[in-house]
């Protein structure tokens, strides 16, 4: 079975490589647009909206704003677009729950004012409070999932390891699986596999980034396609990551037209998330009520 495909795009505005600060959409959109302008390749858009964001901009709308026309035209091509909060405390991630909790109090309402219903904090960092949050904020669909475990290197606190790699509703109990009582927000996860690179001390998996060079990418795919949706994260940086800088990556904007070519060759049909879930689970679109 070939699944159906949800390409994300996360705009953090931080080249992780470098460190740098930017707009990376206009920087990368020649990159971007040959691919994700394409008829039938709907991409579902993440954008930064936060007190980081509004620190450096002067406005935490400043991407959504900025790009507004852009977005736009790309809605009416039926892309999506949802929230991508990340809590900074100077450079790092907001680490202390109560502080993060206030956070997306903080900025969740600007975000669901514009009319957004798809979320996904940044880092895959949720707690239950956080996700009761977004819940009473009205959110209907959450994106943050990361199923792996928590491994040395990772800064925030999160394990998502007994997570399922399919969408659910999560308990009110544990957001990190399915159970009764059960939320009213739909769980999309970003899909994992195991994928080695050669500098690996131990076994990892990784999410599955259409940035990776072909090799890398078709591997990983090819060990979750029996899935009925793979959700792919992409940060527009990427494109730009050298094979010396990380051996996964290396293939640049034509590595990425290549790995979606791919995908379509192979039968495979790219869905918004909010698409995804119309159809595995008939959820119900939040704006009709249908």
Do not use: C
């Not at 470098?18 to 394409?38: I, K, N, Q, Y």
């Not at 899909?191 to 591997?219: C, I, M, Q």
């Amino acid at each position: 079975m070939t699944p159906l495909v949800a390409l994300t795009i996360d705009l953090d505005l931080v080249d992780y490589q470098s460190g740098t600060v930017g707009d990376e959409l206009a920087d990368r959109w020649d990159d971007l647009a040959p691919v994700v302008t394409a008829a039938e390749r709907p991409v579902t858009w993440f954008l930064r909206v936060d007190r980081a964001v509004g620190e450096h901009f002067g406005d935490a709308l400043w991407l959504w704003r900025k790009h507004r026309a852009r977005f736009d035209d790309l809605l009416a091509r039926r892309h999506a677009v949802g929230w991508h909060h990340h809590a900074y405390d100077g450079d790092r991630p907001v680490l202390d729950p109560a502080r993060l909790l206030a956070e997306v109090e903080r900025w969740g309402p600007i975000a669901r004012a514009e009319g957004w219903t798809l979320a996904r904090m940044g880092w895959a960092y949720h707690t239950e409070a956080t996700m009761d949050a977004l819940e009473r904020l009205g959110f209907s669909i959450d994106s943050s999932a990361m199923p792996r475990p928590r491994y040395p290197w990772d800064v925030v606190p999160k394990d998502w390891e007994d997570t399922p790699l399919t969408p659910y509703h999560p308990s009110r109990d544990d957001h990190r699986r399915p159970g009764r009582p059960a939320r009213s927000i739909l769980q999309m996860p970003i899909t994992t596999a195991p994928l080695p690179a050669p500098t690996d001390t131990r076994p990892v998996r990784r999410s599955l980034s259409p940035a990776y060079a072909p090799e890398a990418f078709r591997r990983a795919f090819s060990a979750v396609e029996h899935l009925p949706l793979v959700v792919l994260v992409l940060h527009p940086y990427e494109l730009g990551v050298t094979a010396a800088q990380h051996p996964l990556f290396g293939a640049g904007p034509a590595g990425f037209a290549a790995n979606i070519a791919w995908l379509e060759a192979r039968g495979a049909q790219l869905v918004t998330l909010t698409e995804a879930a119309r159809r595995l689970v008939r959820l119900a679109d939040p704006r009709t009520g249908t």
